[in-house]
């Protein structure tokens, strides 16, 4: 089996196809984490170019998250567990006004199996709720989702709040979605970002000084 026949078949929101060919290629010893990525992730990339270019509209865009929710939970119980101790705690949820939360997601996901504590508090989280959250779990990282011109704006009230409460060094504050830049990220005075949840976790690494 090909993997692209996955992100093929998600691409033309085949759910019952997509899931076949998942768990074909699971059965077929093929590595979890290139189904995802190669397979789920590059099927959803797909999905939003056509969404952009006009081709596809809000329902299909709808029915591509929920198909990747189903796609992910076939593979998740195939991807490999890190049974270490906690590299540490991370808060993560999409900010005020956004509800987008696939990508988050994933970045749930692959933060939990690099060895992270992870707490998804959900979408359209108020800047305030994040830092509440942070606070009870005594946590190290805030992760911010972001994927609108109108929500973006609202990481950097977070950085503000913490700042007003005099608290901000006691947590590490990363951004993501689809919008988001490093710049940005430095302009607002968060401590990083990244473009997936691949690149999320080699930055809570370094943030967290762990070297893998
Ligand atoms: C799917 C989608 C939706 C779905 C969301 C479903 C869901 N359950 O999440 C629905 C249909 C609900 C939706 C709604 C809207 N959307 Co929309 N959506 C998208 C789309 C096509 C794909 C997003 C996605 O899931 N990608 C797949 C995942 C795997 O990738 P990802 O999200 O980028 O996530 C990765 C990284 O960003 C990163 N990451 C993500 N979060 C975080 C967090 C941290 C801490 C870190 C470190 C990393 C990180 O890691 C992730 C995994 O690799 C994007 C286009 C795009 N290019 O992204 C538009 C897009 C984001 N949407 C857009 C718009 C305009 C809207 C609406 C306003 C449309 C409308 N007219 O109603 C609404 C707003 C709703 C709201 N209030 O939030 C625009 C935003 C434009 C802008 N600059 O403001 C985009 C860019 C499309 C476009 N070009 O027009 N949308």
């Not at 789920?40 to 329902?59: D, H, M, S, T």
């Not at 994927?147 to 409460?165: A, G, Q, R, W």
């Amino acid at each position: 089996m090909d993997i692209k026949e996955i992100a093929e078949s998600f691409v033309k929101l085949q759910t019952d196809p997509t899931k076949e060919k998942i768990q074909a290629a699971l059965d077929e010893g093929m590595d979890p984490v290139d189904i995802l990525q190669e397979g789920v992730i590059a099927g959803l990339q797909e999905v939003g170019k056509k969404f952009e270019a006009e081709e596809y509209f809000l329902a299909e865009l709808m029915m591509a998250g929920k198909l990747g929710e189903a796609c992910m939970a076939i593979i998740n119980p195939h991807l490999p567990e890190n049974t270490g101790p906690a590299k540490g705690t991370v808060v993560l949820g999409a900010v005020e006004g956004d509800l987008h939360d696939i990508g988050y997601g994933l970045v749930a996901n692959q933060l939990k199996l690099a060895g992270y504590d992870v707490h998804p508090i959900g979408v359209n989280i108020p800047s305030l709720q994040f830092i509440e959250k942070a606070q009870e779990l005594n946590a190290d990282i805030i992760g911010l989702s972001a994927f609108l011109v109108t929500t973006i704006p609202n990481c950097s009230e977070v950085v503000k709040y913490l700042v007003d409460m005099n608290i901000r060094d006691k947590f590490k504050v990363i951004i993501g979605g689809a919008e988001t830049t490093k710049a940005k990220a430095e302009e607002m005075g968060c401590d990083g970002q990244a473009d997936d949840a691949f690149e999320a976790v080699t930055l809570c690494n370094t943030l967290m000084g762990h070297t893998s």
